[in-house]
């Protein structure tokens, strides 16, 4: 089956963790991102890749870290240092890296307590 | 700016009932895109549109594009429960378009 898998689906933790959110490709995608939405709000970009080996800041990177070692592989680590990250996580590719035409995961449902 | 504006953020139609939802820019857009997201879910890409008044149809959903390319709308015709969720668009950051600027979403709510 093709398509986006983001894992955990629902992930509780501590205050003070950091927490890796995974997120696979199949797709033989270039592009690939990290989006945050809180409830009843849009999306806010965390960061992108356009392309293996790098990849760029979004609009809310700060308390956040990703890699890019895979072209199938983007996963986002959310540190300690993120003041509020209970938040769906949404994982995202793309045939090119012109941003058209985003593809998503079924998201991530993080809960710090 | 490159800000997309929608509107409005809330509808609440009875099922039957037709719905509208609007995406404005003050800048011209090379293209926008259109998203769906049920409740709980994900968001699933619709249609994108890149030409001037451009119409585009998907059953009941008819999507346009305005003529000066600064303006697109979603109209739904007799809405069904199904097509509960948010309703977003997305335009191509114009001076860099690896990342897409996405509106706020509009959610629509139907009554059986």
């Known amino acids: 089956d093709g398509g986006i898998t983001q894992s955990p689906k629902y992930l509780f933790r501590k205050e003070g963790q950091n927490v890796t959110l995974s997120c696979e490709q199949n797709?033989?995608?270039?592009?690939m991102y990290w989006y945050r939405q809180d409830p009843g709000q849009g999306l806010r970009l965390i960061y992108y890749?356009?392309?293996?080996?790098?990849?760029q800041k979004g609009d809310i990177a700060e308390g956040y870290s990703v890699s890019r070692e895979k072209k199938e592989s983007f996963p986002l680590t959310v540190t300690s240092a993120q003041k509020n990250p209970t938040a769906f996580y949404l994982c995202?590719?793309?045939?090119?890296?012109?941003?058209?035409?985003?593809?998503f995961g079924e998201g991530s449902w993080l809960t710090v307590v | 700016g490159q800000q997309v504006m929608q509107i409005p953020q809330y509808q609440h139609v009875q099922e039957g009932e037709d719905f509208t939802t609007y995406c404005n820019s003050s800048?011209?857009?090379?293209?926008i895109q259109w998203y769906k997201q049920r409740p709980g879910g994900h968001p699933v890409f619709l249609i994108q549109?890149?030409?001037s008044g451009e119409v585009k149809k998907q059953k009941r959903l008819t999507f346009q594009f305005g003529e000066a390319k600064k303006n697109s709308s979603l109209h739904i015709t007799a809405t069904q429960t199904t097509d509960v969720g948010t309703y977003f668009c997305?335009?191509?950051?114009?001076?860099?378009?690896?990342?897409?600027?996405w509106g706020l979403g509009t959610s629509l709510a139907v009554n059986p």
């Open positions: 995202a590719s793309s045939p090119t890296a012109d941003g058209n035409t985003i593809y």
């Open positions: 797709l033989n995608h270039d592009a």
């Open positions: 890749s356009q392309i293996v080996n790098d990849f």
């Open positions: 800048t011209t857009l090379s293209n």
């Open positions: 549109l890149v030409k």
């Open positions: 997305a335009r191509p950051n114009a001076g860099n378009n690896r990342k897409l600027i």
